[in-house]
């Protein structure tokens, strides 16, 4: 590529730009719907007296939906056409969450759940598919990052709305919140994203494209991860640590605040400076900051370094999914897009697990090394890649 061509402003048509919007908006109303629904499921399941291993369990069913959701977006793609598949799949969930109002038993709510995740998982692969079509190569790493802060800013004000509303309404009010997403879905272009790759494109298969992109999928994994064990085990991990509880309570919203404030700025240094070389150093920073959470713990470094961890992460996870549409296009990128969505429901169940079992017999090193080890093989699939393929080394098209 010339530098000259690397130089000019790409076209964002005004079609691609309106999609844009109307698919962060509207991802962001089911982000908080999604927010309020899961720790509303296991306040439920505890006021009825279920233990806190079997609310785990029983939240960890819908994760196995979003891994179900991998064999239905294509297929609903080419039968419905995309915005159809997204309408149809955003009232499912809407309707599904308002019938968990009636529900009063874990089995119940456990099959629930599972249709919700796989119904979501539809949703949320659609939308990340149409996003990365929809933005210009040159300024993907910012936009995309936009659209991944604003998912999470929505997501974290999700336990906010469970102290607004009474319980015996907090189901009807996050189905309300999906159906607020569902005339800006009706609102995006008429767009067939299964006919948008070239006939070579379609011939791949996902163990295919599980041995070609080690990157991506590695990045998608760890970010899942990170993000399930912050919420769950890191107050854990740091009260055994010796803190009090409101700071280790604090620790989680650090990270997550660093994660939203960070995105932005990792993705458009990812558009000037060239994907992989961002990669690389979030992923270092990653393994360091990781392994250095013993070392700070109860100082003040602690909570520095608590932000700076939770910026690489969320700007791995940007990148993965800036280097996912880099690398393929049309019906390969749907299904890639569901192939992460599964690796993320995969991830989720496995990794508090993993750290879990670990914390009862080397609990000061625990999480860090769970952590550091992922973001290392991350390191070593960089380097991998960059030996097979080296024209990912080129400069990027930026503005």
Same mark, same amino acid.
């Given at each position: 590529m010339s530098q000259l061509t690397a130089r000019v402003r790409p076209v964002w048509r005004r079609r691609d730009r309106k999609d844009f919007w109307c698919l962060t908006g509207a991802i962001s109303m089911v982000g908080l719907a999604l927010g309020t629904l899961l720790p509303l499921t296991a306040l439920a399941l505890d006021r009825q007296g279920f233990s806190g291993a079997t609310i785990g369990l029983i939240i960890a069913v819908h994760a196995l939906g979003l891994v179900a959701a991998i064999g239905i977006c294509e297929p609903a793609v080419q039968r419905y056409g995309a915005?159809?598949?997204i309408e149809y799949a955003g009232l499912g969930?809407?309707?599904?969450?308002? %019938?968990? +109002? +009636?529900?009063?038993?874990?089995?119940s709510l456990s099959v629930a759940l599972f249709i919700l995740g796989v119904l979501l998982g539809v949703v949320l692969n659609m939308v990340e598919t149409w996003v990365n079509l929809a933005i210009p190569d040159a300024q993907r790493g910012r936009w995309l990052a936009v659209h991944c802060t604003l998912f999470t800013l929505f997501q974290l004000c999700g336990p906010l709305v469970l102290q607004c509303v009474s319980p015996a309404r907090a189901?009807?009010? !996050?189905?309300?919140?999906?159906?607020?997403?569902?005339?800006?879905?009706?609102?995006? #272009? +008429?767009?067939?994203?299964? $006919?948008?790759?070239?006939? #070579? $494109?379609?011939?791949? $298969?996902w163990p295919r494209d599980l041995r070609t992109a080690p990157v991506i999928v590695? #990045?998608?994994?760890? %970010?899942?991860? %990170? $993000?399930?064990?912050?919420? #769950?085990?890191?107050?854990?991990?740091?009260?055994?640590?010796g803190m009090d509880t409101p700071n280790a309570l604090a620790s989680a919203s650090v990270v997550l605040a660093g994660d939203t404030a960070l995105e932005i700025v990792v993705g458009a240094m990812a558009d000037r400076w060239g994907r992989?070389?961002?990669?690389?150093? !979030?992923?270092?920073v990653l393994v360091g900051s990781a392994l250095l959470l013993p070392f700070t713990i109860a100082t003040l470094f602690w909570w520095a370094d608590l932000f700076v961890m939770g910026g690489a992460a969320g700007g791995i996870y940007v990148l993965s999914m800036m280097a996912c549409g880099q690398r393929f296009s049309g019906s390969h990128l749907l299904r890639m897009t569901a192939l992460l969505g599964s690796v993320w429901g995969v991830a989720s169940i496995a990794g508090p697990l993993v750290t879990g079992a670990l914390m009862a017999h080397a609990s000061r090193w625990s999480l860090p090394s769970v952590i550091g080890a992922v973001a290392a093989t991350l390191l070593w699939a960089l380097a991998?890649? +960059?030996?097979q393929h080296p024209y990912s080394l080129e400069l990027p098209t930026h503005v």
């Open positions: 915005r159809k598949t969930a809407a309707a599904t969450a308002l %019938f968990m +109002q +009636q529900l009063g038993n874990a089995w189901f009807a009010v !996050c189905a309300a919140l999906m159906l607020l997403a569902w005339p800006v879905f009706r609102g995006l #272009s +008429q767009r067939n994203l299964s $006919d948008e790759a070239p006939h #070579s $494109d379609r011939q791949h $298969d590695i #990045s998608t994994a760890l %970010f899942a991860l %990170f $993000d399930t064990l912050v919420l #769950s085990l890191l107050p854990v991990y740091a009260l055994a640590q992989v070389r961002v990669h690389t150093a !979030c992923a270092a991998y890649e +960059q030996r």
